[in-house]
Structure formats: C-alpha cells, structure tokens
C-alpha cells in the first residue's frame, strides 16, 4: 500500500472492498483540509467543484476528492518531565476519550517523553485500538527530568509511517518547551513540511512554568493543518481530544499533480479556497510543502 504523503511515486485506484484506501501512480500532493461555515460548524456536503487550491498563487487541477471516514493512524506524544506532576491523570482520561471517539480499525502508539523518549506500548506491541492498553502505555512513565520534545517528535514521526493507514496524525500534549533534545526545532518543522501527516497540540503548563513555548506548540500544529489547544483547566483536555476526534472525522483529503517545474527542495505555499454557494468558508489545511521529496 502507498504511503499517502506529500509527491508520493504511485495513481488514484479506489478499490470497492475497502473505499477508504487509496493509491497513486504520479507525484500526487495531497491534502487534509477541515471546512466550517461562519459559525464554525463542520461544513459537511461540498463536492469537488466547491474547491480551489492554489500552489504559489497558481490554481490547480485536483486530481483526486475524497470525504470519507477512513480509519487513521494516530501517535499520542505525552510529555512526562517534572512540570507534569500532577496532570497525568486528565491526560489518560483524555486518552480514552480520544479512543472512544476513534473506530476499531484505527491503528494507535504512544511516545513518551521526559530527556528521554520511550515507546510506551511493550515489547512487540506496536499499534493498538484499545483504551485499556493506551491509558497503561502513558501511565507507566513516571513524570520528571527534563524535556527532549524535538526528539519526541522525531521518534514518532519515523513510527507514525510504519503504520498502514493513509491517513497519520499526531496528538501532542507538552508545555511546548525543550532543553535536552538532540535534534532541533528547525528539523522537525522540516520533517512536517515533507508529510502529509497532521499534528495537533495541547499546551498544558502553569504560569510558573519557566520552559513553557506556546508558540513552538502552535508552530507544529499550524505547519502540518493541525491545530493549536491551550485549555484553561485541566478538565478541559477531555473535550479537546472529542474536538480533535471529530475534527478528524470530518476532513476531506484533496489531491494533485503540481504544474510547477519540480526543483527539489524547493517550498511550496499553499492555500485552499471552499465555498458553499456564494458563501466562502474556512478552510484550515498545511500551509505549504517542500517539493520533490518524499514523505517521511
């Protein structure tokens, strides 16, 4: 099965036994983008010609159109440095709302992070769709130490594409800073711009966290077509992962082949425009990708 990711080298096949998966034969870029109307509902029933997207201001052809409730797979990246003392138990109960939101067929991991970062599912156990084993996953990691948030996300990115969905998502819930990483910001804004994978954030941190980096949390989410959450209480991070859910539900996934000369390592803007009638909508999706290189 092809990775759906950013200049993939396969063409569109839909195969009626399982119409979520999809392959391709060209360098198809491909895009999540989630719609609302003006008063932030999900705006459910667009087809293809409600949409443009524009590649470095020039329109393109989109080659494929999907709105679909494919099953994903999805990495949750929990921070467990010593400013998470305390809080571990809203984040596993916020783990098992995600799931509860999630169809059996997602494929789901946990990485864990202090100064060092750890796969939290045992041995051979690399994906699960059950809220027992994640809510264990994350809990058998006593918080302290420092943060390696880059490291992190280095880790579970490279598990995110051992996964077989199409659709790959990331869900990470840190105060956004990091001091003991030995990659750096720079590269795994990088490694987003190569992959179609989302990333959602969750900033949890008190005002006398000194390592706090709201904006770090809100730069991961924004790259990818994610989003950026920065609950006031605790309690609030249960909703946010149902938000999350059904934000993911609702997508539809755009693809095409660009009309720009590909140069290798060259960035791409993006922008998608929707509209339902005369009514132009939100549109939230990556802001742009690094062409000629493969998904990572």
């Known amino acids: 099965m092809a990775q759906a990711g950013l200049a993939l080298p396969l063409l569109l096949l839909m195969q009626a036994p399982q119409p979520y998966s999809f392959s391709v034969n060209v360098d198809l ?24 997207v524009y590649e470095d201001g020039v329109r393109q ?21 010593g400013s998470m003392r305390g809080k571990l138990g809203d984040v596993v109960a916020a783990a098992r709302s995600f799931v509860q939101s999630s169809r059996p067929e997602d494929q789901m991991f946990v990485v864990n992070f202090n100064e060092h ?6 041995g051979a156990m690399r994906f ?3 809220s027992d084993e994640l809510s264990r996953a994350i809990s058998g990691m006593r918080p302290d130490g ?58 949890i941190f008190d005002e006398e966290d000194r390592d706090r980096n709201p904006n770090v949390l809100k730069r991961l989410a924004q790259t990818t077509g994610g989003e950026a959450f920065f609950p006031g209480q ?13 934000d993911i539900r609702h997508q539809y996934t755009l693809g095409y082949v660009s ?33 000629g290189e493969a998904a990572k």
């Open 29 to 52: 870029v491909v895009l999540h983008a989630t719609v609302r109307d003006r008063k932030g509902v999900f705006a459910s029933d667009l087809r293809e010609q409600d949409f443009e």
């Open 61 to 81: 052809s989109v080659r494929l159109f999907l709105h679909e409730d494919i099953p994903v797979t999805v990495g949750l990246v929990i921070d467990h440095s």
């Open 117 to 122: 970062v750890t796969l939290g599912l045992p």
């Open 128 to 130: 699960t769709s059950r």
């Open 146 to 203: 420092e943060t390696a948030l880059y490291d992190a996300m280095v880790e579970a990115r490279q598990r995110l594409q051992a996964g077989s969905r199409d659709k790959k998502v990331l869900i990470v819930i840190s105060d956004g800073g990091d001091n003991a990483s030995a990659h750096s910001l720079a590269e795994v804004l990088k490694m987003g711009e190569q992959s179609s994978a989302l990333v959602y954030t969750i900033g």
């Open 234 to 246: 605790l309690n609030e991070v249960v909703a946010i992962c149902e938000r999350i859910a059904r």
């Open 259 to 291: 009309s720009n000369a590909v140069q290798p390592g060259a960035y791409r803007a993006l922008r998608v425009v929707a509209r339902a009638g005369k009514s132009k909508l939100s549109v939230r999706t990556r802001s742009g990708y690094i062409a």
